[in-house]
């Protein structure tokens, strides 16, 4: 005994398109600050138990620079993306320059405060920029872009 399906029709899709990913800076850096922030603790933790207080507080420092840092950036992405999203590449640019000027301003003029551990300082910024960008890597790779600009039929389809 033969039996029929029901046959789908052409102008229901079975599969709705997805558009593109809305405004997806404060994803990405939700994850990034998430994914660093863990590596941080562990990392802290080490350091007080290793070095005591001065080297977790160095470990602190140094993660959170590279945290500021980075975050900027995305802060940046998403502010500029919404009104502009084409133009949020340029703004990570002038951006990045703006800040390495800047950071770098700022470590030459403070200098080092005297119980800055260097070494736990340096293994936690370095852990951090790793971390950081593995999960900005990761978190962009996920998002969607639009191609085309497709115009807008109405919902008339073809």
Same mark, same amino acid.
């Given at each position: 005994?033969?039996?029929?399906?029901?046959?789908?029709?052409?102008?229901?899709?079975?599969?709705?398109?997805?558009?593109?990913?809305?405004?997806?800076? =404060?994803?990405?850096?939700?994850?990034?600050?998430?994914?660093?922030?863990?590596?941080? =603790?562990?990392?802290?933790?080490?350091?007080?138990?290793?070095?005591?207080?001065?080297?977790?507080?160095?470990?602190?420092?140094?993660?959170?620079?590279?945290?500021?840092?980075?975050?900027?950036?995305?802060?940046?992405?998403?502010?500029?993306?919404?009104?502009?999203?084409?133009?949020?590449?340029?703004?990570?640019?002038?951006?990045?320059?703006?800040?390495?000027?800047?950071?770098?301003?700022?470590?030459?003029?403070?200098?080092?405060?005297?119980?800055?551990?260097?070494?736990?300082?340096?293994?936690?910024?370095?852990?951090?920029?790793?971390?950081? /960008?593995?999960?900005?890597?990761?978190?962009?790779?996920?998002?969607?872009? /639009?191609?085309?600009?497709?115009?807008?039929?109405?919902?008339?389809?073809?």
């Amino acid at each position: 005994m033969y039996v029929s399906r029901p046959r789908r029709s052409a102008a229901a899709p079975a599969v709705a398109a997805a558009g593109p990913t809305t405004s997806p800076w =404060l994803k990405i850096l939700a994850k990034c600050a998430a994914a660093t922030g863990a590596c941080s =603790l562990a990392i802290v933790a080490a350091a007080f138990l290793l070095a005591g207080a001065d080297g977790a507080a160095s470990g602190v420092l140094g993660a959170a620079l590279v945290m500021v840092f980075f975050g900027i950036s995305l802060l940046i992405g998403h502010f500029i993306g919404r009104s502009n999203p084409s133009g949020a590449i340029g703004a990570f640019l002038a951006a990045y320059v703006i800040k390495v000027v800047g950071f770098g301003a700022v470590v030459f003029v403070l200098g080092a405060p005297e119980w800055l551990d260097r070494r736990w300082f340096f293994i936690a910024a370095v852990a951090g920029v790793v971390v950081w /960008q593995g999960a900005e890597v990761f978190a962009f790779s996920r998002i969607r872009h /639009q191609l085309y600009a497709d115009p807008d039929d109405g919902g008339k389809g073809r």
